[in-house]
């Protein structure tokens, strides 16, 4: 089983268009999905699930739509921290506070602040996330401690970049047939297992998800050797 699961949830405009629904219909559904999907692997003995669900290039979408993800986003890390609560998950964020708005930063605080004793497995939220700009940060943050250059190893980046606690992605599952990693978790992800699902993330099941968890378990995983 692997101990970090990563999302990238993919598909959800694409999944409503196929339905005959508003486009942002299909970003409520693939929420509501998440949960579900969430709720499975940590049943199934996943620790760390890591989901992409707004990237920094996202920006460039139609202001609709990036202030329905916003307002999206404000009710994950509010209304529904008490069935996060219920079922003992804790919640992180990963991402720049780069131009999110104070209602978001609130919520996200308060989410994280809340869920942070809870043990049962660890949801992270990759929001405003990008993973260029993750490393970028991690450099910032190394340069600005003043360290010497030879001092500088993978493990100083490591404990760096968002959420050091977070370990690497052992196994990563992007829907809707795209076969790519688009900025995704780029220092985490360096020997994680890649699968790839043609169906669009709503669509998705817990029984995909069995399969695909299953395929992983007859992988041999070398890490170079």
């Given at each position: 089983m692997p101990r970090h699961l990563g999302l990238i949830l993919d598909g959800n405009r694409r999944w409503a268009?196929?339905?005959g629904l508003p486009k942002l219909q299909g970003h409520k559904k693939g929420y509501e999905n998440l949960k579900v999907i969430a709720d499975a692997a940590?049943?199934?003995?996943?620790?760390?699930?890591?989901?992409?669900?707004?990237?920094?290039?996202?920006?460039?979408?139609?202001?609709?739509?990036?202030?329905?993800?916003?307002?999206?986003?404000?009710?994950?890390?509010?209304?529904?921290i008490e069935?996060?609560?219920e079922k003992n998950v804790k919640i992180v964020f990963l991402g720049s506070r780069e131009r999110l708005s104070?209602?978001?930063?609130?919520?996200?605080?308060?989410a994280e602040e809340q869920t942070k004793d809870n043990n049962r497995g660890t949801l992270a939220l990759c929001f405003?996330?990008?993973?260029?700009l993750e490393i970028v940060d991690a450099v910032k943050r190394i340069?600005?401690?003043?360290?010497?250059?030879?001092?500088?190893?993978?493990k100083l980046i490591e404990q760096n970049?968002?959420?050091?606690?977070?370990?690497?992605?052992?196994?990563?599952?992007r829907t809707s047939g795209e076969q790519r990693l688009s900025n995704f978790m780029l220092w985490r992800i360096a020997y994680a297992e890649l699968h790839f699902v043609d169906k669009h993330w709503p669509a998705f099941t817990v029984e995909d998800l069995e399969q695909a968890l299953e395929e992983y378990?007859?992988?041999?995983?070398?890490?170079g050797k």
């Open positions: 268009k196929s339905a940590l049943d199934q003995g996943v620790e760390y699930l890591s989901a992409y669900i707004f990237s920094t290039e996202n920006w460039n979408r139609a202001e609709k739509e990036v202030g329905y993800l916003m307002k999206l986003v404000v009710e994950v890390f509010t209304k529904d069935s996060f609560m104070k209602a978001v930063l609130n919520a996200i605080s308060r405003n996330y990008g993973g260029h340069v600005a401690s003043g360290v010497d250059e030879d001092e500088v190893d993978e970049i968002y959420r050091p606690e977070v370990p690497p992605v052992d196994f990563m599952i378990s007859a992988r041999q995983r070398r890490f």
